[in-house]
């Protein structure tokens, strides 16, 4: 079992910085691609960034060079610190992992929903204009 838990969304304006984190516990942590992902009502989940055991990374277009994703395997730690926050940035955001073990080379979509097996319940993040 792999057990996730986020912290650190909140309310900010927009050119804003907040720092995510997601406090992990579970057999294995330092062997998985873990990733951050982010949903707003009606839509579908939308992978934001990932990371491999190696501290290899892979964002999505739209937050490149705004966010990044770093893990800390001696804590147990994820975390997401986001930069020049935008009002499409506005979601839940969820942290996730990935148990079978593998390179994120081996992945067909990185940043797909379907390649992550375990969830935390999530941090709002809410950017005004």
């Known amino acids: 079992q792999v057990h996730l838990k986020e912290s650190g969304g909140g309310s900010v304006q927009a050119g804003d910085s907040l720092r995510l984190s997601c406090a992990t516990s579970?057999?294995?942590?330092?062997?998985?691609?873990l990733a951050w992902f982010r949903q707003v009502p009606g839509k579908e989940r939308e992978g934001v960034a990932t990371?491999?055991?190696?501290?290899?990374?892979k964002y999505a277009d739209s937050v490149k060079g705004r966010f990044t994703i770093s893990r800390d395997n001696a804590k147990n730690d994820l975390y997401l610190q986001m930069n020049s926050l935008k009002p499409e940035d506005t979601a839940m955001y969820y942290c996730?992992?990935?148990?079978?073990?593998?390179?994120?080379?081996?992945?067909?979509?990185?940043?797909?929903?379907?390649?992550?097996?375990?969830w935390g319940q999530g941090t709002q993040v809410t950017v005004s204009s």
């Open positions: 996730t992992a990935d148990t079978d073990v593998r390179s994120l080379s081996e992945y067909d979509s990185p940043l797909s929903a379907l390649e992550y097996n375990y």
């Open positions: 579970g057999y294995r942590y330092s062997s998985y691609v």
């Open positions: 990371i491999d055991v190696d501290g290899s990374t």
